[in-house]
Each structure stands twice: as structure tokens, then as C-alpha cells.
């Protein structure tokens, strides 16, 4: 998926899927690259978008492929059934709490970037954050789970201050420095989701005008994924 191979994605996750039916890590896995497929094809994925708060405010709602809402939502709703078998059998298990992570923080993407919900995925970003932190007590060395706290923490935690003073009376995390600081974690100790969390906190990077630092992120993605040109794109717009 980090190369755009979208197709070669599913292969993989439907042969994974075969092999082990009753893992929900393989259905939400299918499930990020429809959604992650979608993205790409509305041009989602373009850093400015992010850098610049006005242009995502102002950003349009999109219109999203009827097919792929379909497949997307059923690779979740199996993973949610895993999920909740696994849990009903083994509470501290942790990978259906990882899948529960990913599950929810793919909805929150879905809601916010195509369908613009903004508030409605928030619910969602929460829900991943809290199950991490659930996971991280039973197991502190899953450094993927610390990408779900740092992402709320940072995204939030960048709103004006009355914002954020709201959306901790929610229960929300709204502590930027704590975000970064997760999310570097998962972007040096993760496995499946450290490119993702390099990508991330180049974007942050990019926000705070270090230009440097965006630079050697987006450097070191580009040379690792080669056939993503997205990474090389970005690297071309600040050199």
C-alpha cells in the first residue's frame, strides 16, 4: 500500500485472509486499502491540503465510489465480528484491540476526508485513542498502537485554545507536544504503521515551517518506496 500497489495489497490480504479466517487483522487490512485506494483516486493524499488549515476547512465534499463504500465497510464489519469473538473468548487479546485501533481510526478517515463529518469523526479518533491506551497496558511494546494517541493529541491539541478547552471537557487528548512525541514513537519502534507516522509528522513538520526536517522524512520515504510518487512530488514542492 505504501507504494500505491493497491491491487498487490488485496492479493496479499485475501491470501492472508484464507490462510488465517478468524484473525480480524487481515479483514481491516483490506479494508485501509479500499479505503486508502479511494483517497488516492480523489487526490486526498496531497500534503497541502493539510498544511494549510483554510484550504481544509474550504475543502469540498467528495463524492465516493458506491462500490468501494460497499467493499470498505464490509471488511470492517468482519473485522468487527472477529473482533468481538475474540474479545468475548481472550479480553486482553491483543491483536483483535490493534484491529479495534485501525478500525476505528480507517472509519474516522472515511467520515472526516470524504464525507466531511468532521464532529462524527471524532467519535471515532477518540474510540481508536482509548483502545490503544487498553492495549499499551497489556502490551507497551505495540509502538503501532502510540500512533492513535499521538494523532488525536496532535490534531487537537493545534486547535485554538477555547477548541481545545471544549474537547477536553469530551474526554478528547488535545496535548500537541504529547502527539509528536507518540508519533515519533511509532514512526522509529512501529512495524506496520511506521512509514505512516513519518509521513505524519513530516506534514507537522512542514505546519512548524522546518523545512529541513520534512525534507529528510519525505527523502527517506521516497527512497523506500519508490513507486509512490507522492513521496518524491512533496520532496520536489519544498526543495
Not at 503501532?144 to 485554545?161: K, M, Q, R
Not at 505524519?200 to 505546519?207: G, I, K, M, Q, W
Amino acid at each position: 500500500m505504501y507504494n500505491l500497489d493497491f491491487s498487490g495489497a488485496h492479493d496479499t490480504f485475501h491470501l492472508y485472509q484464507s490462510a488465517h479466517p478468524d484473525d480480524p487483522l487481515g479483514f481491516v487490512a483490506d479494508g485501509a486499502a479500499y479505503l486508502f485506494a479511494e483517497f488516492n483516486r480523489l487526490q486526498i493524499l496531497e500534503s497541502d491540503l493539510f498544511i494549510d488549515d483554510q484550504k481544509f476547512d474550504n475543502r469540498s465534499q467528495q463524492k465516493p465510489d458506491p462500490a468501494v463504500k460497499a467493499a470498505f465497510e464490509a471488511e470492517m464489519a468482519r473485522s468487527d465480528e472477529l473482533v468481538s469473538k475474540s474479545l468475548a473468548a481472550s479480553p486482553g487479546n491483543a491483536n483483535a484491540l490493534f484491529s479495534r485501533v485501525l478500525a476505528n481510526g480507517l472509519r474516522g478517515d472515511y467520515t472526516a476526508m470524504i464525507e466531511k463529518r468532521n464532529l462524527a469523526s471524532l467519535s471515532y479518533m477518540k474510540t481508536s485513542r482509548i483502545t490503544a491506551q487498553q492495549l499499551l497496558a497489556i502490551d507497551p511494546t505495540c509502538y503501532d498502537a502510540f500512533l492513535a494517541v499521538g494523532v488525536e493529541n496532535y490534531l487537537l491539541g493545534s486547535t485554538p485554545a477555547p477548541v481545545r478547552w471544549v474537547l477536553r471537557m469530551t474526554g478528547s487528548q488535545t496535548d500537541k507536544a504529547e502527539g509528536i512525541q507518540r508519533l515519533r514513537l511509532t514512526a522509529e519502534k512501529g512495524y506496520y504503521l511506521a512509514p505512516f507516522a513519518r509521513l505524519l509528522l513530516a506534514v507537522a513538520a512542514l505546519r512548524d515551517k522546518d523545512k529541513n526536517t520534512a525534507r529528510l522524512l519525505l527523502a527517506g520515504l521516497a527512497t523506500e518506496f519508490p513507486h509512490n510518487q507522492l513521496y518524491s512530488k512533496e520532496l520536489a514542492r519544498i526543495q
